[in-house]
Antibody
Framework: QVQLQESGPGLVKPSETLSLTCAVS?????????WGWIRQPPGKGLEWIGS???????YYNPSLKSRVTISVDTSKNQFSLKLSSVTAADTAVYYC???????????WGQGTLVTVSS | QSALTQPRSVSGSPGQSVTISCTGT?????????VSWYQQHPGKAPKLMIY???KRPSGVPDRFSGSKSGNTASLTISGLQAEDEADYYC??????????FGGGTKLTVL
């Protein structure tokens, strides 16, 4: 069974960089698939942040592209998200997920709430 | 890249059928057969219900079905049950490996 688990600070100060890691178990990232980050502000809808292929190719939401970096560490079977220059608008539950070839995210982490506040 | 358009809410009585629409453009929904649907209960992670417009992952009841016509995709839930009450989101491939979600629809089972 594929499982994903997000980890990282729950509180980030404005203008700083948000950093999260997604540990994958039950499947080797290097075997394939795209892996993605999605966020959900409190009481609002889902927003795709970006995706990464096991080879390291990355694809970002154009609205966040200038601030986002997604990387993969196949030796640790995990991938990471960095979002720079955060503001209160970046407060959200952040999910990591596996992207099915058909475009659907078939396995999700439980999500982690990141609050941007001084 | 704009969010796909979904109705904010829909409702139905147990046993009835409801359909949730998801309208995009020829650059996303209309351009590819890569539409997926997610069910999200409060405080939980989204769950994939439909992918590739109309395919169901293993374990998803056949009461859930998906379709697409032009730039609009639809999720139909037949034989509504109380546990179907949740938020539903559509999602589409938008070219160049981009992905776009809909704004979400709250389903109320009366």
């Amino acid at each position: 069974q594929v499982q994903l688990q997000e980890s990282g600070p729950g509180l980030v100060k404005p203008s700083e960089t948000l950093s999260l890691t997604c540990a994958v178990s039950g499947y080797s990232i290097s075997s394939g698939y795209y892996w993605g980050w999605i966020r959900q502000p409190p009481g609002k809808g889902l927003e795709w942040i970006g995706s990464i292929y096991h080879s390291g190719s990355t694809y970002y939401n154009p609205s966040l592209k200038s601030r986002v970096t997604i990387s993969v560490d196949t030796s640790k079977n995990q991938f990471s998200l960095k979002l720079s220059s955060v503001t209160a608008a970046d407060t959200a539950v952040y999910y990591c997920a596996r992207l099915h070839p058909g475009g659907g995210f078939d396995y999700w982490g439980q999500g982690t709430l990141v609050t941007v506040s001084s | 890249q704009s969010a796909l358009t979904q109705p904010r809410s829909v409702s139905g009585s147990p046993g009835q059928s409801v359909t949730i629409s998801c309208t995009g453009t020829s650059s996303d929904v209309g351009g590819y057969n890569y539409v997926s649907w997610y069910q999200q209960h409060p405080g939980k992670a989204p769950k994939l219900m439909i992918y590739d417009v109309s395919k169901r992952p293993s374990g998803v009841p056949d009461r859930f079905s998906g379709s697409k016509s032009g730039n609009t995709a639809s999720l139909t839930i037949s034989g509504l049950q109380a546990e179907d009450e949740a938020d539903y989101y559509c999602c589409s491939y938008a070219g160049s490996s981009d992905v776009v979600f809909g704004g979400g629809t709250k389903l109320t089972v009366l």
